[in-house]
């Protein structure tokens, strides 16, 4: 479980972008919200590179800028300066179209707050992903990915049919289905109780170590980031801190530090 | 709470304004109707007063009713000369009024349903003309004509033409051109005016004259010289003044448009109401389920129950409002196009300033606010049972069913009232209006019990029709046939309002097409006639026609039709079975075949004095069976006792009973027969015969000769111009219906804003999203189509079945229903556009963290 080498490196140069084993890279990153005097900057130069079966939590203060970076560089909003790289492809030359192809295949979504369709069936909305892209549905990995999930006996049924976890619980899997090349949470647990949150924390955290999956995570929870391989901090749009194999203890540090 | 509801619908403007659309045409087609047949009216005032000027006193014949078939009672002229003398009396003056087209180089200007008019020139003070350019007719051969008809034909002063009339075409001089007084328009009508003498020679009425109009001499009241007038002159002349002959007519007029043309404009814009009404109940519906949460918080901080229903009711009367006076505005605007369309086809009726009538005005808002609030009351009431603990809670409840109990209830109440006013309607007996009133009520009751039930079979109906769309979208087809089912009561009051129109639609086509197989068939089976022949307008031919076809080579048999309406047994005139027909029995039988119930050919031979033989509906409609004797009695009075002697079966082109032409003549002033038909001898060459009989007609431009199989296609046609009008008609039900298309989808997609979010992020592209929201909507809309030709059908087959008695089929225009499922994806794609649009836009970052 430790074995996996972590680097939340902050890079210089874009030159060996695609070179190492980073799979989501973010290179100086600003973002900006409106214009003139009422802009705010939401993030102001971050570097980030995330490498392939690692899991990273981001955390931070609210208008931090953790989610704003997050939909930066899961492809849902677009930076004000700088650029992310998703398993290779610079996301800045795309198009909406393409943007929205390499969305479907290369990247994986957990909301906060589900988000399945309420009118398809537990293993509908887990494949469909794959059904929007016309994709056929490998069964035996969606096999696997069930009985991963512990979903077996629910398979045909409707969200409306399922608890707050197990509906969290179809979205990991919905998330994996593409084997995309990062999944990312936002705030996955929050609207579960902490039973449901530890089994789907967990559920994440076996992706990693099971399946080689990468995942980065936006929580506020410092129990839930001890999970992750490490923690990336922000505090006003800057990466103010990397902690590597983090514990209760060093995050609640980091984070008074960083508000302080 | 009105603040509340002011700011809640200024917050939605998009949906209040979509829904506002969809009473706003209603009130406009209202209004439209209204404003409309305020214009003709006005137009008619304005012609009868202009002809009524300087008019103190009115003579013409004495009518016992009006028949709608045009017949000339005469005056001898000599009573011109009596009148004068009478005390009282400055001037009187004879007028003869006919009918009569223009030729202009050899091609007869005649309108299709305007009248052509030949009007004898009156002297001083009587004379309504004012001259344009010009002058008055004073020779013999001299003509003056409209200004309307002038500039059309590009006549100008001094041109050569010809005028029809019974005797002939007559030519012609153009010494002037004149306005109606200061009529603004005459519709289609022409008018040429010439002088008397010469229109008495052309029409062979030497000596006679059609009315007498007198003006009273200074001091001399008009009502004192009517009088005087009736005193001195015969009972078989009706007198009055010309004010009163002015309000007589006028109200003759008014009558005839309340008879036909406003109830029937009526009861599309009623049609297009229902539609509204559906999409005000779904729309707020749905913004009262969105809002629960909202109600809840008013309750739990203390509004009572009372003030919520306030609200909503606030909103819905203010939408009301407003969308009625925006259709009273485009009221103007249908008026408009309802005289466009009226133009196209081809009727010039003569049309009066546009004017929003203080009636006109309070009939919309009353309607428009009335129906806006009828169909917002279940809603609001649905609002009130919100309970207060629902602020406190995340999930949006479900929209609530009602106690399935009562409603099953009053759905079953509703259908079977509905059912009960359609047969009513359908087999019932009594006036013709009122049971008309009791169908369209039934079929509106039905529409709504459709409505209510059709929720049920939403989910099967998507599965059918979504089917292609599956095969067609995959994934996406499949998620737009799922969410279509999502709400299955919203999806069926959607597809409801659409249902209204085609279902409409769908009954015309098919009673249409059965009227259509029913004439045909019989024109098919009756007729043996080689030619027919008949004026284009229902106008009689002239009788004079006949001597120049009967003796042409290869012509065996040439006979007349005369036609008038009759009272039997001094009741009222039954529009459809209480005509009179003057034939020639023996030669009759040449061009038609007798379907005998009673009786045989042999019967024909003692068609004289006091015999009739009757058509089974004639017969039914009087209790009058062969061997029974009645009486008939015709516009003028002249009554005569007939004796049924045979019965024949034929609802569609020998109505009524028949007569030999001396005892015709006996019962009604026509002079003219409505048509001519023509053998020809065995063995001979038709086409030759025919371009003969066509020659020989020339005079006669009115009289069009056809074939049996032309004759047939022409009145196909016929029909056809007025099942077009009232698919124009229907279109506003089927527009309206697109909006509430639309409008449903915008608060659904309202409504799933986060779904369409997560589906973008998983990797759907906007134009996955846009297809599915147009595949949803395409099957509403789908579902819509299929109810309502279903339920079309079936109203269609109902009502055949009710007049199966006049030969009407029960046809499936299959092609044409087809055509309805088109129009139906048609509407369902062009309502999916701008709500498709918006959810393909939906910014993904929003979407997904909206509550």
């Known amino acids: 479980m430790s074995a996996h080498p972590l680097t939340v490196t902050p890079r210089r140069s874009d030159a060996d972008g695609s070179a190492g084993a980073a799979v989501v890279q973010g290179h100086a990153l600003t973002k900006r919200f409106g214009a003139g005097t009422s802009a705010v900057e939401a993030l102001r130069g971050v570097d980030v590179a995330f490498d392939r079966g690692t899991f990273t939590a981001i955390m931070g203060p609210s208008g931090s800028g953790k989610s704003t970076l997050m939909h930066i560089l899961a492809g849902l909003d677009r930076p004000t300066g700088g650029w992310v790289e998703i398993a290779g492809t610079r996301l800045d030359r795309l198009n909406d179209r393409d943007l929205t192809l390499l969305r479907r295949s290369q990247v994986g979504f957990i909301f906060q707050s589900y988000n399945l369709l309420p009118v398809l069936s537990a293993e509908e909305n887990i494949t469909l992903p794959l059904r929007i892209g016309g994709a056929r549905v490998d069964r035996a990995w969606l096999d696997t990915l069930i009985a991963a999930v512990g979903l077996g006996d629910r398979r045909t049924h409707r969200p409306s049919e399922l608890s707050g976890g197990q509906q969290q619980r179809v979205a990991v899997a919905r998330a994996l289905i593409t084997r995309p090349a990062v999944v990312f949470g936002d705030e996955p647990t929050g609207n579960l109780d902490s039973v449901s949150s530890r089994e789907i924390l967990e559920l994440m955290r076996r992706a990693v170590d099971d399946l080689g999956q990468t995942i980065v995570m936006v929580t506020h929870d410092p129990a839930a980031a001890t999970i992750a391989d490490n923690v990336v901090f922000l505090a006003d749009g800057r990466v103010s801190g990397v902690e590597e194999r983090p514990t209760i203890d060093t995050i609640l540090d980091r984070l008074r530090v960083g508000s302080a | 709470m009105i603040a509340i509801a002011l700011r809640s619908m200024g917050q939605r403007r998009l949906r209040t304004a979509l829904t506002a659309v969809a009473i706003l045409l209603g009130v406009a087609m209202i209004a439209g109707t209204y404003v409309q047949t305020d214009q003709i009216r006005a137009a008619f005032d304005d012609i009868l007063q202009t002809a009524n000027a300087g008019v103190d006193a ?184 010309g004010q009163q002959a002015t309000a007589d007519a006028s109200k003759q007029i008014n009558d005839s448009i309340g008879a036909f043309l406003k109830p029937v404009l009526l009861a599309f814009s009623g049609a297009a109401l229902l539609v509204g009404a559906f999409i005000i109940f779904n729309t707020f519906s749905i913004t009262v389920a969105q809002r629960r949460r909202e109600f809840a918080l008013l309750r739990s901080i203390g509004a009572t129950r009372g003030q919520v229903l306030a609200g909503v009711g606030a909103e819905a009367v203010l939408l009301g409002v407003v969308a009625s006076i925006a259709g009273l505005l485009g009221g103007l605007a249908f008026s408009k196009l309802l005289g466009a369309l009226f133009d196209a086809a081809g009727m010039g009726i003569p049309r009066g300033a546009m004017e929003l009538a203080p009636r006109t005005i309070v009939i919309g808002l009353a309607v428009g606010v009335g129906v806006t609030l009828a169909a917002a009351l279940l809603p609001a009431v649905r609002a009130t049972r919100v309970p207060p603990v629902a602020a406190m809670r995340e999930e949006v409840a479900p929209e609530p069913a009602g106690t399935s109990r009562r409603r099953a209830a009053a759905v079953a109440l509703v259908g079977i009232l509905g059912v009960a006013l359609l047969v009513q309607g359908l087999f019932g007996s009594g006036a013709a209006s009122g049971r008309l009133a009791a169908m369209g009520a039934g079929s509106l009751l039905v529409f709504v019990v459709v409505a209510m039930t059709a929720r049920h079979a939403v989910r099967p109906l998507a599965a059918l029709v979504g089917w292609p769309l599956e095969r067609l979208g995959r994934t996406t087809g499949e998620l737009a046939r799922e969410n279509s089912t999502r709400n299955p009561a919203r999806t069926a009051i959607t597809a409801a309002a659409l249902m209204v129109g085609i279902a409409l639609v769908a009954f015309v086509a098919v009673l249409a097409d059965g009227m259509k197989t029913s004439f045909t068939g019989a024109i098919d089976q009756r007729a043996s006639a080689d030619l027919v022949v008949t004026s284009d307008n229902g106008m009689p031919l002239p009788g004079a026609a006949r001597d120049r076809i009967q003796y042409l080579p290869g012509v065996s048999t040439a006979t007349a039709q005369y036609l008038d309406q009759v009272k039997v047994n001094g009741k009222g005139v039954h529009a459809l079975t209480d005509q009179v027909n003057g034939v020639d029995a023996l030669a009759l039988r040449d061009v038609y075949r007798f379907r005998w119930i009673r009786g045989s050919d042999i019967e024909l031979q003692r068609l004289g004095p006091g015999a009739a033989i009757v058509e089974e509906q004639f017969a039914k409609q009087h209790g009058i069976s062969v061997g029974r004797r009645f009486r008939l009695t015709g516009p003028t009075g002249h009554t005569a006792t007939f004796t049924a002697i045979a019965e024949y079966r034929d609802p569609q082109l020998l109505q009524g009973v028949m007569v030999d032409l001396a005892q015709f003549r006996a019962l009604s002033p026509a002079r003219d027969p409505m048509a001519y038909f023509v053998r020809f001898l065995h063995g001979s060459d038709a086409n030759a015969g025919r371009q003969r009989v066509q020659a020989a007609l020339r005079a006669f431009p009115a009289a069009k000769v056809r074939t049996r199989a032309e004759y047939s296609h022409w009145l196909t046609k016929q029909l056809d111009q007025l099942v077009y009008l009232l698919y124009a008609l229907l279109a506003m039900s089927v527009v309206i219906s697109m909006f509430g298309i639309a409008n449903s989808l915008f608060l659904s997609i309202h409504e799933r804003t986060r779904e369409l979010g997560m589906l973008r992020a998983v990797g759907a592209t906007a134009g996955q999203v846009r297809r599915m929201v147009r595949y949803e909507s395409v099957i509403t809309s789908l579902i819509g189509g299929v109810l309502g030709i279903v339920v079309g059908v079936l109203l269609a087959w109902l009502t055949t079945f009710a007049v199966k008695d006049l030969g009407v089929g029960f046809i499936v225009p299959v092609p044409q229903l087809v055509a309805l499922l088109a129009l139906a994806v048609v509407v369902g794609a062009v309502g999916a556009i701008a709500p498709a649009r918006r959810a393909a836009r939906l910014n993904i970052l929003d979407a997904v963290h909206s509550e």
């Open chain 2, 58 to 241: 009115n003579i013409a014949p004495r009518t016992e009713f009006t028949s709608t078939f045009v017949s000339t009672q005469t005056i001898d002229a000599r009573m011109v000369r009596r009148a004068a003398r009478v005390p009282g009396v400055d001037r009187a003056a004879g007028e003869v009024f006919q009918m009569g087209s223009l030729v202009v180089d050899g091609r007869t200007v005649a309108p299709n349903f305007a009248p052509a008019m030949v009007i004898g020139m009156v002297g001083e003070p009587f004379n309504p003309l004012k001259l344009v350019a010009g002058r008055l007719p004073s020779a013999s051969g001299e003509i003056v004509v409209n200004r309307k008809l002038a500039d059309d034909e590009h006549l100008t002063v001094g041109r050569r033409v010809g005028v029809t009339s019974r005797t002939g075409i007559h030519p012609a001089r153009l010494v002037g051109i004149v306005d109606f007084g200061n009529v603004a328009s005459m519709g289609g009508a022409t008018m040429i005016v010439a002088p008397t003498s010469d229109v008495q020679a052309w029409n062979r009425l030497q000596g006679k004259v059609t009315s007498i109009v007198a003006s009273a001499a200074p001091g001399v009241t008009p009502e004192r010289m009517v009088r005087n007038l009736r005193a001195a002159l015969p009972r078989s002349l009706e007198i009055k003044t």
